[in-house]
């Protein structure tokens, strides 16, 4: 594993030599607009792994994308590897069907210092929710991003991060009534204690979210990037590019047959896959 190949994977070209907050800023939103959120393994017959090595080559070897406690988790070894002082946090994503905070901590997010400050760093939730910059773990404070406004909310021992998006306007009218959009502004999307986790916190709840049926990685495949302007997303069949305006956000959507979705794979998001993909877009919770 090669720090340098790493960073080289997400387009740095700065000094590394440095655990500063500005490149704290510039690798987390480097790596979020190369390196796709995406669950396809699960769909294309193989199994995601907390092993580090593997995934290492999956992402930046095999120039692919990953979920959660794929992504994080080898952001956690480049925080390491560069020097920063971070602790691994397991969070609780929210349920805008139930209302509620699922039980397990299902995301893996990472706590960083920096001169006496506390800053969450998340390269992997995806779609409009991703931030770009690490925020600033202070609560009620406003955090503008350009995907929209962030907000971290201590509760007590919990803090719970929400964002308040802009209105979204989709182009084409066929998919107005699409469950993948989102008409809420203000949306919470998970819930975390400073309780340190380590590696192996996680193993247990990765494999129940590629084994559950009723997980949403299993109901769905997804795979998202950032860009320079918004995101782009593939949920199942349906493809979205995602432009971010002033005073909203501009959605263009439509379906792509099974016969494109390959070539589309590789020009959107520069992603090949190995095994058979078998997209999936099952009734789940969840919104882009």
Not at 250 to 258: G, Q, R
């Given at each position: 594993?090669?720090?340098?190949?790493?960073?080289?994977?997400?387009?740095?070209?700065?000094?590394?030599?440095?655990?500063?907050?500005?490149?704290?800023?510039?690798?987390?939103?480097?790596?979020?607009?190369?390196i796709p959120f995406e669950n396809l393994s699960i769909h294309s017959?193989?199994?995601?792994?907390?092993?580090?090595?593997i995934i290492y080559v999956k992402i930046v070897k095999s120039n692919r994308g990953g979920w959660c406690c794929e992504n994080n988790h080898l952001f956690s070894w480049v925080l390491k590897e560069m020097g920063y002082k971070f602790t691994i946090l397991g969070s609780k994503v929210f349920n805008s069907l139930e209302q509620e905070f699922l039980p397990m901590d299902s995301h893996l997010i990472n706590l960083v210092e920096i001169d006496g400050k506390q800053y969450i760093a998340?390269?992997?939730?995806?779609?409009?929710?991703?931030?770009?910059h690490p925020l600033e773990l202070i609560s009620g404070k406003d955090q503008p991003q350009l995907p929209g406004v962030f907000r971290l909310i201590n509760n007590g021992m919990q803090w719970v991060l929400e964002k308040t998006s802009r209105k979204q306007l989709v182009q084409?009218?066929?998919?107005?009534?699409?469950?993948?959009?989102?008409?809420?502004?203000?949306?919470?999307l998970y819930s975390f204690t400073l309780t340190p986790r380590d590696v192996d916190h996680f193993r247990e709840t990765s494999d129940c979210l590629q084994t559950s049926p009723d997980s949403l990685f299993m109901l769905k495949s997804i795979c998202s990037l950032q860009t320079p302007t918004g995101f782009r997303a593939l949920i199942g069949w349906t493809y979205s590019e995602v432009t971010f305006k002033e005073d909203s956000d501009?959605?263009?959507?439509?379906?792509?047959?099974?016969c494109e979705i390959e070539a589309l794979l590789r020009e959107k998001f520069n992603l090949v896959l190995v095994n058979k993909f078998t997209p999936k877009n099952n009734k789940a919770d969840y919104c882009i």
């Open positions: 594993m090669d720090l340098k190949e790493y960073l080289n994977r997400i387009g740095f070209t700065g000094q590394y030599g440095k655990a500063d907050l500005d490149n704290l800023f510039t690798i987390h939103k480097l790596h979020v607009m190369n017959g193989e199994k995601n792994t907390m092993d580090l090595h998340d390269v992997s939730f995806g779609v409009s929710y991703q931030i770009w084409d009218k066929a998919f107005a009534n699409s469950s993948l959009i989102d008409k809420r502004l203000t949306k919470t501009l959605m263009d959507m439509k379906e792509i047959p099974d």
